[in-house]
């Protein structure tokens, strides 16, 4: 059964019920209204009838009233048709069973008598007018006149019923789906999660605690998400280090035999030889090129092998500026002569942070390398530190072309480079060193490229 079956069925069974307990009692009460209503009809129209010959003559001339029938009384126990307009047989029947009981003709409650076959509601009332040509009179009422007005507004009841069962059923079918939809889809949407597929948020619509639900799910979904793409990341590491680590054994050593070699060969091409004259010039700067692809080597292994192995950093509390000062010194000359213009932002009073100093300056310089790299033409660098909940936030940013949307997503890979000469190791490096602090680094859009360090502050038992 679905859900929705499962909302609408328990509610139209009790509205079913409600609607009965409600009905049953209605259609009795108004059944017994509508006969004493018409009694006392009877009762107003009789008195009237009683007071004067005039009225009943009127009465049965005019055929006042097609639904009661008029009989007069005259003593002792005999009726008078030609005062009447009650047929001949129930008159007859009526007579007979007035000689059978004189109490009859007495004034009281409502009767119901059997005259020729059918059943009459019937009363009495002597008369008024002060003449002897009648004692009294009877005034009757056909109970088909009564079960049929009484069958009329059961029918009306039911067709009421009818129709507020179907209107409240539509309703409930209304606001089942409107429950069970987004329930469907949340149930849906949570098996997809369990299977697996993350991919999908989960619509927050429907009532407030449907929506609420979801977006709890959404959240969960969110959070399974980044711990997804977290253990994607360290497996991706854990099996990079390894890889790293075998590929730096296995080429380091026949990559130093193969240097060594190259500089043995240079130094004796560039010896004069015995008969006078060198090599050609062009074949010792092929040499030398060759020594410098041979460094460049070097370096990349060197950085597989600091990459293979998680870096060792002894933090301890160090003011932050001062350090960022020092190392754009060493750089400042540099950046001057190739047309950057270098600005800082690095306010007193910053809090101290946990660092390494001699590990934290590789960051720095490889952010600042990066920068000058992106802008070959000159440009503007700018450094600013803040203050931020419990530790600082450092910005190193250029007005470089930035990076391709495409590309932000990569920027930490190792080897991925858009460079044509990178080696796609240094933001790597930059962000185990920082992780290691127990801080982060990030790429902020905006113009040129902005690169954004956390780093935890100083508790108050090390400040």
Request: net charge neutral; charged share 20%; glycine share 8%.
């Amino acid at each position: 059964m679905s859900l929705r079956s499962r909302i609408v069925l328990p509610y139209a069974v009790l509205l079913t019920l409600s609607i009965a307990m409600v009905g049953i009692p209605a259609v009795r009460t108004v059944t017994a209204r509508i006969e004493a209503d018409r009694i006392d009809d009877m009762s107003r129209l009789l008195h009237l009838l009683a007071r004067s010959e005039e009225t009943r003559s009127f009465f049965r001339t005019h055929n006042w009233s097609r639904d009661f029938r008029l009989a007069v009384h005259a003593a002792p126990d005999r009726i008078l048709p030609a005062q009447g307009n009650l047929e001949a047989e129930p008159s007859a029947a009526l007579d007979a069973l007035l000689r059978a009981d004189p109490a009859l003709a007495t004034a009281g409650a409502a009767r119901r008598v059997a005259l020729a076959g059918r059943t009459y509601v019937m009363l009495y009332e002597p008369c008024h007018d002060g003449t002897r040509r009648a004692d009294g009179v009877f005034l009757l009422l056909d109970h088909v006149e009564i079960e049929s007005a009484q069958a009329s507004a059961r029918t009306q009841i039911g067709l009421l019923a009818c129709a507020a069962l179907a209107g409240a059923g539509l309703l409930g079918i209304l606001v089942a789906s409107g429950i069970a939809r987004p329930l469907e889809s949340l149930s849906r949407r949570t098996a997809r999660i369990a299977e697996g597929d993350l991919s999908q948020a989960i619509p927050e619509e429907g009532p407030t605690e449907v929506a609420r639900l979801a977006g709890a799910f959404n959240r969960m979904r969110e959070g399974l998400r980044e711990v997804q793409s977290r253990l994607v990341a360290h497996a991706k590491a854990d099996l990079f280090e390894r890889v790293a680590a075998n590929v730096a054994h296995e080429i380091r050593n026949p990559l130093s035999t193969l240097r060594m070699n190259v500089q043995l060969l240079r130094a004796r091409v560039a010896a004069p030889a015995p008969s006078g004259g060198t090599l050609a010039t062009a074949d010792i700067e092929r040499l030398d090129r060759l020594l410098l692809e041979l460094d460049r080597l070097e370096l990349i292994v060197g950085g597989l092998s600091t990459l293979a192995t998680p870096p060792r950093v002894d933090p301890r509390p160090v003011p932050l500026a001062p350090l960022v000062t020092e190392t754009l010194g060493l750089w400042e000359p540099q950046m001057r002569h190739v047309g950057i213009e270098l600005s800082t932002d690095l306010p007193e009073g910053l809090p101290p942070v946990r660092l390494d100093p001699p590990r934290f300056k590789q960051v720095l310089i490889n952010l600042l390398l990066n920068a000058q790299q992106a802008m070959p033409a000159g440009g503007r660098l700018h450094v600013q530190a803040r203050a931020w909940a419990d530790g600082l936030v450092l910005e190193v940013s250029d007005s470089g072309p930035g990076v391709a949307p495409a590309d932000r997503g990569r920027l930490f890979e190792p080897f991925f480079t858009t460079k044509p000469k990178g080696s796609g190791l240094g933001l790597p490096l930059c962000r185990q060193v920082v992780e290691a602090h127990g801080g982060r680094i990030e790429y902020v859009e905006g113009a040129g490229a902005t690169f954004r360090i956390v780093l935890p502050g100083v508790s108050s038992t090390e400040g």
